[in-house]
């Protein structure tokens, strides 16, 4: 990879994390599950539909603090999921990790990606999203 490259790569990823800033700020956050590690939240505003499919943006925040791959901590993440209402499977196609509750304070890191669909299981945050999500 030249070093062009990575720059641009560099640059891309900084407006990606400053768009997702942007909009957990606007971002009206309903409360759809509580469970031992924490409260599971949607913006309903962020719901697209392409078919059968389903992306909507989650926050989570976490019960107890959690600890990132680069031995940070963090309390919340903001999630850009894809939902198959079908199927009933479900992927997190990018997440940010942040310091904060409530997406509040420094970025820990984020992740991007296309990993595999997965099914959700009955009794779960994800399947009471999908449920709520797949209905409109």
Known sequence: MTASSLRVMARSLLMLSLLCAAGAANAEWTSVARHANGEFFIDR???NIKGDQREVWSMMNYSNPQLSNSGKVYRSTRSLLQLECKTRYARAIHM???SGSQLRGEVIGTMGSLPPWEPVPPDSA??????LVCKA
């Open 45 to 47: 505003k962020s719901v």
């Open 96 to 98: 940010s990790f942040f």
């Open 126 to 131: 994800m399947r009471e999203i999908l449920d």
